[in-house]
Structure formats: C-alpha cells, structure tokens
C-alpha cells in the first residue's frame, strides 16, 4: 500500500456519533484524497487535498470534514454518523507518475 | 455532469484476451486510469493515459481517444488471477488528486 495506514480497518458506529478515521503516510506526498465505497459501486471521492492547509470537496462530502494539519495525515470526520455512511472507505496518495496508491481501507457500519 | 460507463459484466477463458471499454463525459479531463480491484482488497493501479493513444505494461495495454471520449483496457493471456473488479477513473483536477472513477467491471476468468 506504498506506505499509507489507515485506522480502524473496522468500526460500528450508532446512528449520531462521531468519529474520525485516521490516514497517515511516510513517503512525504503532497496529494491525498478521501473516498468511499458502496457495494457494486465504483469509488466515490470525498474530499481531497493538494498539501498542508488545503483541501477541497469532492463529489460526495456532506456529513464529513477533513483537515490537513500536516503532510503526513488525512483525517476523516463523520460529524453525526447515518446508515447512510456504511461503507467502505479508502484513502490514497498521488504517486509520481498518475498513479494513486490506496491504503488498506475502513470498514466502517453504521446501526 | 460526470459520468463513466463501462460494462458491469465480462466472462473469459484463460489464455483469452479481453477487452473493457471505457466511455467518459466529464467537465474537467486530464487523464484516464485504470485500477483493479480483488475482492476484499485495496484499489491498485494499472495504467495512465494523457494522450491518445496506446499504452503497453506487460500483459495490460490501455487506449485513450479523447475526441471520442472513449478508452479501452487490453487483458492479454488471462489468467485466473485476472479476476478482478476494474475501473476506469478519470483525473478531474490537474494535480490528479481527484479521481471520478467508473461504477467497475467484474472480470472472471474461468479454466
């Protein structure tokens, strides 16, 4: 997974709790990205962000939040969790060459 | 809008070759991808079109025509490790931080 971690691989959450899944990296990329995926479903982006202090919203970001405090993390905010958000979510580093590398991946329920 | 289309279903011998088309309609392009996914597992990269044209990786080519808003992956000599989830993606933003990905194609591969 080219060096991404990402924590919990697994989590349950009650409908209206938060949480904050954790994305870190130590290959010092300027690029991450956050998505989603549903079954049958093809990935979904997020929110991303080009480097520290920036970040922007991607096609699916209601009920989430991100900052980027530093190079090395991502983290993902569920504000108030819904069914809605059981999914699975990735999230990636923009490699030199186009290519994105995802980290193992969050499965994450909501009851 | 943004879309992607690709077939959900290919079925295919080994040694076989097959082809997944790809047909884009986006606001923004600055390349088309293509990653393959296991069941259970992480998004990896397969290849990168900027231009026109044909790209060669081993037993994996892709093909991008952008006046015809249309790529292709090429699976030469299947394998059953072939068997996959793949996606085109298309870069939304020039960084290629943000990828809108295709809904996927399920690749089996039978002896």
């Known amino acids: 997974n080219a060096g991404v971690t990402q924590t919990p691989k697994f989590q349950v959450l009650k409908t209206g709790q938060s949480m904050t899944l954790q994305c870190a990296q130590d290959?010092?990329?300027?690029?991450m990205s956050w998505y989603r995926q549903d079954p049958g479903m093809g990935l979904r982006l997020i929110h991303y962000s080009v480097g520290a202090g920036i970040t922007d919203q991607g096609e699916v970001p209601n009920g989430y939040n991100v900052s980027r405090s530093t190079t090395e993390d991502f983290p993902l905010r569920l504000l108030s969790a819904a069914p809605s958000q059981t999914s699975v979510y990735f999230c990636?580093?923009?490699?030199?060459?186009?290519?994105?590398?995802f980290g193992p991946g969050t499965r994450l329920t909501v009851l | 809008g943004q879309s992607l289309e690709q077939p959900s279903e290919v079925t295919a011998v080994e040694g076989a070759i097959v082809q997944i088309n790809c047909t884009y309609q986006t606001s923004g392009f600055y390349g088309l991808s293509w990653y393959q996914q296991h069941d259970g597992g992480a998004p990896t990269f397969l290849s990168y079109n900027a231009l026109d044209g044909l790209e060669e990786t081993g037993r994996f080519s892709s093909f991008l025509s952008r006046s015809d808003s249309y790529g292709y992956l090429l699976l030469q000599e299947l394998q059953m490790k072939d068997s996959a989830s793949y996606f085109c993606a298309v870069r939304r933003d020039q960084a290629g931080t943000a990828l809108i990905f295709g809904k996927g194609t399920t690749l089996s591969v039978s002896s």
């Open positions: 990636a580093i923009r490699g030199a060459k186009n290519e994105q590398f």
């Open positions: 290959m010092n990329h300027e690029y």
